[in-house]
T-cell receptor, first 111, second 108 residues
Framework: GAGVSQSPRYKVAKRGQDVALRCDPI?????LFWYQQALGQGPEFLTY????????KSGLPSDRFFAERPEGSVSTLKIQRTQQEDSAVYLC?????????FGQGTRLTVV | AQRVTQPEKLLSVFKGAPVELKCNYS??????LFWYVQYSRQRLQLLLR??SRESIKGFTADLNKGETSFHLKKPFAQEEDSAMYYC??????????FGAGTRLFVKA
């Protein structure tokens, strides 16, 4: 596709449930980022991949959060045992240079 | 500490009026700064970057290292400029830090 694609667009999870969020970056983009955007806030950095290597995961809020990009293309952000405070929009972005191209995001609501 | 501050959550101006969205940053290295915009129901997208020194849709932004600012300006606001604007700082070559955003509302 022409842009970064994320699925699902919306996810409602019961507290304690595991979720998996998918990101298809722009083809050929080496860098991939995950951000968390809480209501009324700017995107907060979660983690960064260069190809399949996760070079920075300093923004992951807890060990319940896990991200992977096994073949250097599609990435999955997994959240285990979801909590209400995990409710947010999760944004994926990819880039070749300094400009990041964002997906539409996945809105996660934990009830 | 690396930080981007946008002091205004909401800025409301009349069509044709000048607009300035404020951004201040904190970074010990050489900063690379951006403005991103999110129109209603659209994805976040790059508006402009300081190294390009370009004007996009009539908007300009000048990096002032002395004041650690990167304010976004437009001399005559248009209704279609209504959107959410985020100032962003690229650190360490790849990590982008965003401000909390300013919602610009241009009234007819």
């Amino acid at each position: 596709g022409a842009g970064v694609s994320q699925s699902p667009r919306y996810k409602v999870a019961k507290r304690g449930q595991d979720v998996a969020l998918r990101c298809d970056p722009i083809s050929g983009h080496v860098s991939l980022f995950w951000y968390q955007q809480a209501l009324g806030q700017g995107p907060e950095f979660l983690t960064y991949f260069q190809n399949e290597a996760q070079l920075d995961k300093s923004g992951l809020p807890s060990d319940r959060f896990f991200a992977e990009r096994p073949e250097g293309s599609v990435s999955t952000l997994k959240i285990q045992r979801t909590q209400q405070e995990d409710s947010a929009v999760y944004l994926c972005a990819s880039s070749l240079a300094s400009e990041a191209f964002f997906g539409q995001g996945t809105r996660l609501t934990v009830v | 500490a690396q930080r981007v501050t946008q002091p205004e959550k909401l800025l409301s101006v009349f069509k044709g009026a000048p607009v300035e969205l404020k951004c201040n940053y904190s970074y010990s290295g050489s900063p690379e700064l951006f403005w991103y915009v999110q129109y209603s129901r659209q994805r976040l997208q790059l508006l402009l970057r300081h190294i390009s020194r370009e004007s996009i849709k009539g908007f300009t932004a000048d990096l002032n290292k002395g004041e650690t600012s990167f304010h976004l300006k437009k001399p005559f606001a248009q209704e279609e400029d209504s959107a959410m604007y985020y100032c962003a700082l690229l650190t360490g070559g790849f990590k982008t830090i965003f401000g909390a955003g300013t919602r610009l509302f241009v009234k007819a």
